[in-house]
């Protein structure tokens, strides 16, 4: 009913406005139906169903930067590991067939292009950022997840826990019983330019952060 009202409106703006005669009686109704059913069809849809949203790129998160109060000699799972490992893949991993990077104490990861083992300090660096920054609000929930970098944690030369970091897609998973908190864009830029600074090369690029 609502769009024959409103091609019964368009029929007499046809009529009276724009003087168009038609041929048959009902020709001008039929006209103006099919402009108007036209002209709905080009409406961009609001989302695609099936589909998470995903934030804008243009988005902005901003971030809380204060300490958090937590120690990697207490936190898990810095304080398990006697190693930790930056990895670049040398192309982007098939997380729907492979969702866990961790699999029966095997480590999962395609072939690996770069692979740093940090030092104390730098170990201290990472933890820093993964929690003395956090988000001001909620992030968009976002589908988009394609890793190409990860962070694996080592005790006794057993791959014990991972972060999985996807760039590109501003997004990360890791293993259970992690707490890394709410990410940002400050703490992004900070992550990214942590792997570029211990030497990882692929897939990442320099910025200014804030």
């Known amino acids: 009913m609502r769009y ?29 139906a099919c402009l108007l059913l ?7 849809p609001t ?26 000699r207490e936190t898990y799972p810095f304080r398990m590991a006697d190693q930790v490992h930056l990895l670049s893949y ?3 991993r098939d997380v729907e067939n492979e969702p866990s990077l961790i699999i029966n104490g095997a480590l999962k990861a395609p ?12 170990t201290d660096a990472l933890f820093a950022i993964l929690y003395d920054y956090r988000a001001q609000s909620t992030m968009p929930e976002n589908a988009c997840f394609k890793p190409g970098h990860a962070i694996i944690f080592y005790r006794q030369q057993q791959p014990l826990a991972y ?7 501003g997004t990360v998973r890791h293993s259970r019983h992690i707490d890394i908190g709410s990410f940002c ?11 570029k600074q211990c030497g990882i090369r692929r897939g990442v690029k320099a910025q200014r952060c804030k």
């Open 4 to 32: 024959r009202s409103a091609a019964v409106v368009f029929y007499h703006y046809l009529s009276d406005e724009m003087s168009i005669r038609f041929p048959y009686p009902n020709a001008r109704l039929i006209t103006a």
């Open 38 to 44: 036209i002209a709905c069809g080009q409406r961009k």
């Open 47 to 72: 989302g695609a169903p099936g589909k998470t949203a995903q934030a804008s790129p243009s988005a902005s998160i901003p971030c809380i930067v204060e300490k958090s109060g937590k120690s990697p």
């Open 90 to 92: 040398a192309e982007e």
């Open 111 to 122: 072939e690996i292009k770069d692979d740093i083992t940090l030092t104390r300090e730098q």
């Open 163 to 169: 972060i999985e970091v996807s760039f590109p897609c």
């Open 185 to 195: 864009d400050e703490k992004f830029c900070r992550l990214q330019d942590f792997f």
